[in-house]
């Protein structure tokens, strides 16, 4: 555990005591979102030192200028940047003719920040000593609204504690901002214009290249010891800001309260022309419901998120805050509304990365959705894809593959790749699998077949027709290679028959021949239509099965093991364990070289596949394929923690299970990697999840059924979560004692509880009673 | 050949007719240099089409940032960039108040260039029909001094041929100049001083970072028909440049000579306050000397250089031309005075691939020199890694080596690697081996031990001991194998076991292990200061014999050849000669990925072993490997074809050794590779010496004999060549009856002619009589 100082609570984000050094991991930590933007927990006043300013618009990027050491053929042009958005929360407050800023003043005294993840708001408060002798208390709270998803509200107050204070306030929209992650300091924003009207500040402003116009408003208001009251503005307007500015003399003990509503509208949504009336609009919405009851609605909309995707821990605070913390920012950032818009591996709390697609989605994140929301969200999801076949096939034809083989990119905003390392861009083409399973899997979960009938199937022959075009015959082996891959363990660059690769791309190619099968006999018209649309030749299907059937899978007779890929047995095989902790995280510490050819590895590889398949194979050979290539997982990546958390519950390892999942719900809270000012691991978040409900939880769905098989670390006292499964819900509860399982809704399914068919509610109760 | 337009001439380039198309091609191909210092043919009057400006001084460089995709542990911060310096022969013309220009003017005829390559000098010349009616012809000649290598002269001929002309001439340094080839845009010079006295001009400048400081000079006098003219100057200077402005008026068919001195002085070579001094020394050598005396002294110099380098071809011209123009560009390049400079890739004709040294130096160039200067030349190139020893021990620190292991980079301007892909940087490590090869190779060739026994043994060493600690002992394979690298094809990265650079270590820890005891016997002073100075130990000469003994070799018994890599067999192995020329070149029509995993090789990999190391293998099977592997050869690297060319000749495939002869000799000539406007491939140049002398001629050094096995190409009538061996100078005249080798000078040697041992002069003359 690499920080500590956030208090444990069961509900909230606390900090308490102010200190420089955290400034820029408490504004990853205490983000908020709500699923259209998102914010970092930037201060409202002026603060003169290091911070990491962001605000972010759901899918408004910039086509970054690509920047590489050597260019090689096939390379995207661009790489699609988060973009950092106009800032509309800016105050600048100055009291007594100095400016409030926690860099320069005296002292701070009481400051404390909580994010409210169960009403879903952050508040900050603080008493600062300014040089001029001035105390002033301070309390802020904002949100940004889940039922009114394009307005924010600040609450401001400040009190002058021992003198009457003057105040001169600049409430500001600053659209001068720029990206911390930019490849060649370009210019992301134009501004096209600025104006006011009254207490309301608009900016309307397009990005560069992509031309998303955006108008970014707000409107000040304010109210002395809880009573409205109107202050003559004075405006002044930059090229690329625009404050209203305010006096008033605050008398001692007094409270100033101002009240901000502000966020963005952009032509993502509406009319290019009509922004600034939206906006408008916007801020009468948020004038009539006024801040208390836009608040009001905030808690119930996150309550009615909570009732559905709760995980209860008792006995283990940490454990307990972890977990709803993950979820929480989970929601944050996406919520399902919008199927153009995906999960970006850090949602709106940072830049890196970039793009907001990766197989992170297809892996991690559907079934998160799946389980806590309606089919319609993971439905969202799956579409997206959809959506950009046609730019995978382009991606794919870039590469020199044809006839409507698909290559989904390992990064994108828009359908089109905008990842650049020939190692990962070209070759870690597993994604493509990921992107086949999550359509198995969302039909296995939610058995509505339509999404596979009418569309699913096209992704499915694109993916397929890739895979077949990708391997080789050996002559050598006499069986189907595949060279030059990347697998989900990153520490490999260019190698062969990665075996995670192999098999899944062998099962892409039978599961879309049995579902090509299906869709001919169970809808006749549907199969016509997409053999006449994708052209489809009985001479692929064919070929398609003998590549499956004679796939090549590296495997070790001595061993037992399926090997990660030709020749990993010449590898010098020292476990992790015997490296001096000086040498790690290897990826901090070695060269890439030394990584390569070590046997370390950074997420779960060919036990990734063990997981997405584990009914192809028995608990003996998990349990072997478990114990060899454990010992030699580094888990340097976000992703890594849950999968061996949920491999190891299911393998009655429970306290390798408890220590992954710590690692994998506090990753970002106790900053496990050193990165969180950053911004925080939103993608692995859902694995997070996954490591209760199907690790502890051992929720699976086979045959049609969902099964549970729960347990319990001996950590905690009890743990509870809800699965949303074919319109029932059903909630799971454990303790050490007796395992309930209830459900509401649709009873119309099948529950299985340690191996048990349950054949009534009643019985579910107590079912797996021990 | 994808161009023609130079005309076929033995002894010199000529490019006749002005084509716009052609101007940066030209100015690379007619390039001049003197090894201290070289430019390109850029015109010295105004051009205001495109061109690629560039005069560089050897050993000035600039430390750029590195640019790249995503930053790896163990990278270089910096990429040295080969540096475009300060234009000193610059003339603006002016006549009758249009600027001359060819890219402008309304009409170019006669237009012809002609590199002498015999002289040493660059002409131009040309009439020009301006637009207002003036037709004037220009004669210019140029050449950087041998003898004097901080001089270049300038003769600038100015004829009107159809009116009085009214000169307005500026004569200029421009220091304002940037490079092409720039990661950042940074600026790489400032500029210190810009002053004049009487004719001369000279600006100081340093370059940032390096501070390198140069004063660039230059001095200009006329003469009008032969008779020294003195005319008055006014200055103008900027913050960047000095131009000498004249005015006169040139009688119709009266012709006005400029005569311009000019050149660098560099810290590299004097002290930094003597700069200007030093340069005004110059111009008054220049000026007692004069043009025509320079002029006189260049043709000796290069004459002096030529009666021992050149190769004559009779009945090919283009043939001819091919390695005339390859000779002269290596001289013009490096003369081996300076034991701190080396053979960059693109000498002084363009910027690309920054740095000065590749391995390209100990495996193409060394020979070379060799053969056609003193011992004292490729000793030079030799010390030149010697000083890099400590940073090449540094180098491989970074990559987690020890205890003295050295890792010499694959790119570097002054011992520190500058190179930054993965995949090169740290897994293209062969080249430690190439360095090691040049210590034997020149104590082979000159039987002088003093450089090995002083110094090349402690560079043995540090690559000993980075080849043990580079491989790692394979309990699978029970041998010790060597993971994760590049080989010389470059179209396969992070191999596994590449054959030739495993046997290239197994080979340099033998070498290393038999010169130790040879100099712990023959001189034990030498070998008790080495042990000293590196800290030996006894156990670690043992841990070298066993990695040495049991080192992997990737061998298919079926095909009966060792094998590039692991699992080279399992590629889709289909012929070059199958894919459509449609795909090629292969690295500019396919995704890297897609080369990868294909069986075609950039460049000699396996057959580069086989070319080191001869005495190994039989001709069989040299034969059986070079059937197996050449038709899989793209040979999209420039220094492929000359390897290939010299084992076809030895194999007696006569007519695959000759197009790979003219391919090589004539790369640049007739820019198969549709790259030569970016500068010529110098270093593949010492390539195509070697296809004629080591491989029609049959050169070898055996058992301390000089070997000639020669044969003729068909398409030749005779060839000769003369090498440097132990001081005596070994003519070799081959035609299609009889072979002749004549001995001047020291004449005890042994010399074999096709087997047999010939014992005196007289004998030689006639010995391989067929």
């Not at 090229?239 to 500015?245: E, G, P, R, V, Y």
């Not at 905003?413 to 198995?440: D, K, L, P, S, V």
């Not at 059937?549 to 990660?564: A, C, D, R």
Request: glycine share 6%.
């Amino acid at each position: 555990m690499n920080q500590d100082y956030i208090i444990p609570n069961e509900w909230s984000i606390i900090e308490e005591g102010f200190h420089k050094d955290r400034v820029k991991s408490s504004e990853s930590l205490f983000s908020i979102g709500n699923g259209a933007m998102g914010q970092r927990a930037n201060f409202e006043e002026d603060y003169s030192g290091p911070s990491f300013q962001g605000s972010y618009i759901a899918g408004v990027y910039y086509p970054d200028k690509t920047r590489v050491g050597w260019w090689k053929n096939g390379y995207p042009n661009y790489f699609a940047k988060v973009l950092n958005a106009p800032n509309w929360i800016g105050l600048s407050v100055s009291l007594n003719g100095e400016v409030l800023d926690l860099n320069s003043c005296k002292k701070v005294v009481d400051f404390k920040r909580e994010l409210n993840m169960k009403e879903g708001w952050l508040s900050r408060s603080f008493i600062a000593f300014l040089n001029n002798g001035l105390e002033v208390k301070v309390e802020s709270k904002r949100f940004l609204s889940l039922t009114h998803d394009e307005i924010g509200a600040i609450q401001y107050q400040i009190t002058p504690l021992n003198q009457t204070a003057q105040l001169e306030l600049s409430s500001y929209i600053d659209a001068g901002i720029t990206n911390e992650d930019t490849n060649w300091e370009d210019k992301f924003w134009e501004t096209l214009s600025v104006e006011h009207f009254e207490n309301q500040a608009f900016i309307v402003s397009k990005t560069n290249k992509t031309e998303f116009h955006t108008c970014t408003y707000n409107s000040t208001q304010f109210q002395v010891n809880g009573q409205k009251t109107n202050l003559p503005a004075s405006v002044n307007k930059e090229a690329h800001k625009i404050s209203l500015n305010y006096s008033y003399t605050i008398a001692q003990n007094s409270t100033l309260s101002i009240i901000k509503f502000g966020g963005y509208v952009s032509d993502r949504a509406h009319h290019r022309n009509d922004l600034k009336h939206i906006a408008k609009q916007n801020i009468e919405i948020a004038n009539t419901l006024q801040f208390t009851g836009l608040l009001e609605k905030q808690v119930q909309a996150w309550s009615k998120i909570w009732e559905m995707a709760d995980i209860t821990i008792s006995g283990d605070v940490k454990a307990q805050q972890g977990i709803r913390f993950n979820i929480f920012q989970l929601n944050q950032t996406y919520l399902g509304k919008d199927a153009s818009l995906n999960i970006g591996p850090k949602g709106f709390t940072g830049e890196k990365y970039g793009g907001s697609t990766y197989w992170d989605t297809e892996a991690y994140c559907i079934p998160f959705y799946m389980a806590t929301k309606n089919d319609e969200v993971a439905k969202n999801l799956l579409y997206y894809r959809y959506k950009h076949l046609e730019k995978a096939i382009e991606n794919a034809q870039k590469l020199g593959f044809k006839n409507g083989a698909a290559l989904y990119p390992m990064v994108t905003m828009n359908g089109e790749e905008c990842h650049n390392e020939w190692e990962i861009t070209f070759e870690e083409i597993h994604r493509n699998g990921a992107i086949a399973f999550a359509i198995y899997n969302y039909t296995r979960y939610t058995n509505d077949y339509s999404y596979l009938a009418q569309a699913g199937i096209e992704v499915l022959i694109g993916i397929a027709r890739f895979w077949e075009q990708r391997v080789n015959f050996s002559t050598e082996k006499n069986k189907f290679v595949m060279l030059g891959v990347t697998g989900p363990n990153e520490y490999e660059n260019n190698i062969n028959n990665n075996w995670y690769t192999n098999y899944l791309a062998k099962w892409c190619l039978e599961y879309t021949l049995e579902q090509l099968d299906k869709i001919e006999l169970e809808y006749p018209n549907n199969y016509k239509n997409v053999v006449a649309k994708t052209h489809l030749l009985e001479n692929e299907l064919k070929q398609w099965k003998t590549v499956a059937e004679n796939m090549y899978f590296p495997f070790s007779e001595e061993k037992g093991v399926y090997l990660q890929q030709d020749g990993f047995l010449d590898k010098e095989l020292v476990t992790v364990d015997q490296l001096p902790t000086s040498e790690r995280p290897i990826n901090q510490k070695w060269s890439w070289d030394k990584i390569l050819r070590s046997p370390y590895i950074k997420q779960a590889d060919v036990l990734q596949g063990f997981y997405f398949f584990e009914d192809h194979f028995t608990t003996e050979e998990l349990e072997k394929h478990y114990n060899f290539y454990e010992p030699f997982t580094v888990h340097e990546s976000s992703l890594s923690p849950c999968v061996h958390s949920i491999l190891a519950a299911k393998l009655d390892k429970m306290e390798q299970a408890y220590t992954f999942y710590l690692r994998t719900s506090r990753l970002d809270l106790d900053d496990y990697n050193h990165e969180v000012h950053e911004g925080l691991h939103i993608t692995s978040m859902a694995g997070t999840w996954m490591s209760i409900v199907e690790g502890f939880g051992g929720m699976r769905v086979k045959n049609n059924q969902l099964h549970f098989d729960p347990k319990i670390p001996k950590e905690w006292e009890a743990y509870s979560f809800k699965v949303n499964f074919r319109n029932a819900i059903v909630k799971v509860e454990v303790n050490h004692y007796e395992p309930k399982i209830s459900i509401e809704g649709n009873q119309n399914i099948d529950v299985v509880v340690n191996g048990k068919k349950q054949n009534s509610f009643t019985e579910l109760v107590s079912a797996s009673k021990k």
